[in-house]
């Protein structure tokens, strides 16, 4: 008679195996989702996709890469901040130097910049003369304000959210950016 | 009580081996091994990916330096516990895991400042392609290693007593 001892049959006997079956599903299911910019909001808009973590190369947000993009002042709890045309905050970033981004890659994507198809347009309260453009190592064109680089968070869902104000990620902090021209530490 | 076939048989199957590990159901050691790789490899692709956005993160030596060898250490790790389930195999696993979560979250919420020879890599926010889904396979990574190494440590045997001593 074959007498069964309840091995070799991968059979939960003990704790041990149920954490490391409920662990393993843990693991495919973090796998299999790679929401990785779940943290205050996400942004479908931001970038595009790449990798099995979804981040991607620099594309535009709110003001879309074929479009013209438009700069205005809005009061918020900041203060008068740099906006778009459709109210999402803009943020400098302080590793720039003047008209040149030290932002690509994943920083892009967490950081997604404000393209725009031609000159961009001033809204009220910003300083006409300060707008310019640059251009980007992959041929897209970057909206500048007093020669800094302007940028969207992917942390912020919407207008009025300023999420990336003083956020220290990819060796420097970032800020909102005042109609003078200059960062608004909040100092 | 005399040796039968069946007593003999049935005290065979009940002396543990001399190596053998503790988590002798395949299912087990296959879950905890692929899971552990599975996990390390989505924390390699993910500092592999990320490392070129933060080479000017530099001191001695940068943040994309860092990024790329925690991607190698992690692929290492993974096909060590793949195709050679050792004790060491899981420490390494263990080690790379739970050096890279302990990272990740104290450059997430201390600002320690530049260490040595590594750069200021203070990053106070989670918006950054992959790095809370790497922060989560570090996690898995570190509890399926854990488990892993104690289920491949080998238990204290009591020698049995032979067949036909005691009352």
């Not at chain 1, 910019?37 to 979804?54: D, K, L, P, V």
């Not at chain 1, 869902?157 to 200059?182: E, R």
Request: glycine fraction near 14%; proline fraction near 6%; include cysteine.
């Amino acid at each position: 008679m074959r007498v069964w001892n309840g091995r070799g049959l991968g059979l939960p006997r003990r704790p041990l195996v149920a954490l490391a079956v409920l662990a393993a599903a843990a693991v495919l299911a973090a796998g299999c989702g790679s929401d990785n910019n779940s943290g205050s909001g996400g942004n479908s808009s931001g970038s595009g996709g790449g990798g099995i973590y979804g981040g991607g190369g620099p594309t535009s947000t709110a003001g879309g890469a074929s479009s013209v993009a438009t700069v205005s002042a809005a009061s918020t709890s900041l203060g008068m901040i740099l906006v778009d045309g459709s109210g999402r905050t803009l943020y400098l970033f302080e590793k720039d130097q003047p008209n040149q981004s030290a932002c690509a890659g994943a920083c892009a994507a967490a950081w997604p910049v404000d393209q725009t198809s031609g000159t961009p347009k001033a809204g009220s309260g910003v300083t006409a003369s300060m707008l310019g453009t640059i251009k980007r190592s992959d041929n897209t064109t970057q909206v500048t304000y007093n020669k800094h680089p302007l940028y969207y968070f992917q942390g912020d869902s919407g207008t009025g959210q300023h999420n990336g104000q003083g956020v220290d990620a990819f060796g420097a902090k970032w800020y909102v950016v005042t109609p003078a021209g200059g960062a608004d530490t909040g100092a | 009580m005399p040796e039968t076939e069946e007593t003999s048989r049935l005290r065979t199957a009940a002396v543990p081996l001399g190596h053998r590990p503790a988590a002798r159901s395949p299912i087990v050691s296959w879950t905890l091994r692929v899971g552990t790789a599975a996990a390390l490899g989505i924390d390699a692709v993910v500092h592999w990916q990320n490392a070129p956005a933060y080479d000017a993160v530099t001191a001695t030596i940068s943040q994309g330096a860092l990024f790329r060898a925690e991607a190698v250490l992690a692929v290492a790790a993974g096909l060590l516990v793949l195709v050679r389930p050792r004790t060491s195999s899981w420490v390494a696993a263990l080690a790379v895991a739970a050096s890279a979560l302990a990272a990740v979250l104290l450059y997430r919420y201390v600002d320690v400042g530049s260490l040595g020879p590594l750069p200021d890599m203070y990053e106070n926010t989670w918006q950054v392609p992959g790095k809370l889904l790497s922060a989560y396979a570090e996690g898995a990574a570190v509890v399926l290693a854990g488990l892993g190494l104690l289920s491949h440590r080998t238990p204290r045997r009591e020698p049995l007593p032979p067949v036909g001593s005691g009352p």
